[in-house]
């Protein structure tokens, strides 16, 4: 399995118009988290975020909202962000952009934000243009560091040095509340928070989101 633990430049200039990273002129640092709620996994996030005063943003699967309500909404009265990652985890590579677009409005309307990460980071041009076409326009959020929890070919400890010696201020970070990458995510994620606390890293939501539910 072939990924970036950091994302390269160039790529980042292939995909000008999706947000890889904020400003790094302050010390914050954003984490995120992909495929919940899950039943195991999120609350174990939550739980871990509320223990080091800091605040993420998840990106859910609308099916998984629809099965999980409860703890979707605890996501949002403990004040952190979501976003869109499609209804059915759906990759835009293997997708036309009609059945996409579909998919995402579906999830809409389960999950009321203006943030949108496609599942693998894998979208089109053209789907990016017609999402950010859209009445209430799309912010595409991509990241600069990616945990690689998903990765079971991986240790925890692995997972966490790919986040340490990574991250800088203004990351946008990548987790997964997942079956998948739960025994990584349990190993590293508090270990990570610890890591930022110490450094003096403040730990925020993204900005530029509407949560309506």
Not at 33 to 54: E, I, R
Not at 122 to 132: A, E, M, T, V
């Amino acid at each position: 399995m072939f990924y970036f633990t950091k994302t390269p430049t160039l790529l980042k200039s292939l995909y000008s118009s999706c947000t890889w990273s904020l400003s790094p002129t302050a010390p914050v640092v954003y984490f995120t988290f992909d495929d919940g709620p899950h039943p195991q996994a999120t609350p174990f996030v939550l739980d871990q975020l509320k223990q080091y005063d800091a605040k993420g943003t998840f990106f859910c699967i609308g099916k998984n909202v629809v099965e999980q309500p409860e703890i979707y909404q605890r996501i949002l009265s403990e004040g952190h962000a979501v976003g869109n990652h499609t209804h059915n985890h759906l990759n835009g590579w293997k997708t036309g952009t009609k059945a996409y677009l579909a998919n995402i409005h579906t999830a809409g309307q389960y999950i009321r934000s203006n943030l949108f990460r496609p599942p693998y980071g894998r979208i089109s041009p053209f789907q990016i243009r017609q999402l950010k076409q859209q009445q209430t326009p799309f912010h595409i959020i991509m990241w600069d560091v990616l945990s690689a929890d998903f990765d079971t070919a991986i240790s925890g400890e692995q997972c966490l040095q790919n986040v340490v010696f990574k991250l800088q201020k203004g990351s946008i970070i990548v987790f997964h509340d997942s079956t998948k990458a739960w025994e990584r995510l349990e190993y590293a994620l508090p270990r990570v928070l610890a890591y930022c606390k110490k450094e003096g890293l403040r730990m925020e939501a993204l900005p530029q989101y509407r949560a309506l539910n």
